[in-house]
DNA sequence: TGCAACCGAATGAACGTTCGATTGATGAAT
DNA sequence: ATTCATCAATCGAACGTTCATTCGGTTGCA
C-alpha cells in the first residue's frame, strides 16, 4: 500500500472508517467487501487498487489504529511530572483513548484474538512501537527503584491487563465509569507495581 | 439441545472436542462445519441432529468450556487456607487452566470479543455462574476489611485482567512462565488488592 | 496521448443448511 | 418366537446464498 496516497486521498480514509465502523457492529467476517463499498461509497474496485486483499486493509488499517493510540496516549507528559504522576498519566489515557474510541477497542480486541494475528505476529512487532514505549516507560521505573525489581513483562501485564479488562468490564456494563473507579484502579495497579522497599 | 445425549454419546463430545481444536487454529469463522465433520468423524447431517445450527454448536461448546473452568479454579481450597492463601490459589488456578488448556484460551478469546458474544450476553450471564464466584470472594474480602474499600468490580477487573494478560503474554512469548514470575504477579495483584490501612 | 484512478457486473469458490434415504433398536401384536 | 411399526440416529449429496476477487471498460488529469 502507497502510505502517501492514503494519506492525502479522502477515499481511503473513508474505506478505513467505515471497515472499523462495520467491523464493530458485525465482526470481523460479518463485514463484506461489498458493504464497505456501499458504506464508503468508494467501489469495490477501487477499494482493490489501493488494497491487495481484504487482509491487507484488516492490516493497514490495524496500523493506522495503532498509530492513533501511540499518539494518544504520550501525549500531555510534562516534562515537570514525576514518575508517579507520568504512571498514572500514561495509564489514564491508554484507558480513556479505548473508551473514547469503542470501535479501536472493539476490532484491536478481535484482531489481537484471531488467528490472523497470530500469523502475521512478525510484521506486526515493530522495532520502535508504542507497546515498546510502554516498556520502555516501566523499565526506567524498574531501574530507577521506583517499580518492583521484576521482569518488566509482568509489569507491562498488569498495567495493561487492567486497563482492559477495566475497558471491556465498562463496555459490558458490569463497571460504571466514574473517577472515583478511575482513582481506585489507579490505586490497584500502583501500589501493586511499586517497590515497597522504597516508597510508601 | 439433550444434555443427557450429549453427555452419553461419544459423536458429541468428538464434535465439540473437533470444534474447538479446529477454532484454535483456524479460527471462528476459518472452521467450516464441513471441516469440523470431517475431523470428528460425524456425518454433518448428524452435528444438525444436535445441533440446530453452528450457533448452537459454538454456544454450547462455550457453556461446555465455563463449566470446566469452572469445576477447576476453586478445586483444591482447603478449609484451612486463611483469605490470602485462597486468593493466591484460585488465581493461580485460573492461570493453570488456560495454560494447560491453551485450545479453550483461544476459543474464549474470540467467543467473548466476537459481536456474538454481545448478541447473547443475556442468556451468556448466569445467576450462579463461576464469574460471580469469583465475585462473591472478593466481596468477602471487601467485606473483611482485607481488601481496599472499592467497588467489587474493580478488583474483579484487576484479578481476572491481570492473569488473562498473563496468560496472553505467555502465549505469544513476550514472558517466560517460571514459578518465580507467576510468584513475582501474585506479588503484583496482592499488593494492589489489599487494604494498606489494615495489612502490611 | 498516456496513465493512474475509478467503476461495478460477473465469476467461481466456499459455506451453512436442508432433506430424502437408510439403519438399527425397541416393544407391541400376533 | 416372529413379525411389524415406529422413531431416533445417521448419513452426505445437493441447494441456494454469500463472499472475495477479477477484469474489461470509463473517466479525467498531466
Known amino acids: 500500500m502507497n502510505v502517501r496516497l492514503m494519506n492525502s486521498n479522502e477515499k481511503i480514509a473513508a474505506v478505513l472508517a467505515s471497515t472499523l465502523k462495520l467491523i464493530q457492529t458485525n465482526g470481523f467476517h460479518g ?46 507528559i510534562k516534562d515537570d511530572f514525576d514518575y508517579k504522576d507520568s504512571f498514572i498519566h500514561i495509564w489514564r ?70 486497563a482492559l479488562s477495566t475497558v471491556h468490564s465498562i463496555k459490558f456494563k458490569d463497571l460504571k465509569f466514574s473517577e472515583q473507579n478511575v482513582e481506585d484502579l489507579i490505586g490497584i495497579i500502583w501500589d501493586g507495581a511499586i517497590n515497597r522497599e522504597k516508597n510508601n
Do not use: W
Open 31 to 76: 463485514t463484506p467487501m461489498s458493504k464497505i463499498a456501499q458504506d464508503s461509497d468508494v467501489a469495490i474496485g477501487t477499494i482493490y487498487h489501493y488494497f491487495p486483499s481484504k487482509d491487507d486493509l484488516i492490516f493497514a488499517l490495524f496500523k493506522h489504529c495503532r498509530t492513533l493510540l501511540n499518539d494518544y496516549i504520550f501525549d500531555g
Open 93 to 162: 489515557n491508554f484507558v480513556k483513548f479505548y473508551l473514547e474510541n469503542g470501535h479501536i477497542f472493539s476490532f484491536f480486541e478481535q484482531f489481537f484474538s484471531s488467528p490472523y494475528y497470530e500469523k502475521n505476529k512478525a510484521e506486526i512487532q515493530e522495532p520502535v512501537g508504542g507497546q515498546n514505549k510502554v516498556v520502555d516507560f516501566l523499565q526506567e521505573g524498574i531501574d530507577r527503584k521506583i517499580l518492583k525489581q521484576v521482569d518488566v513483562h509482568l509489569l507491562v501485564a498488569s498495567y495493561i491487563g487492567v
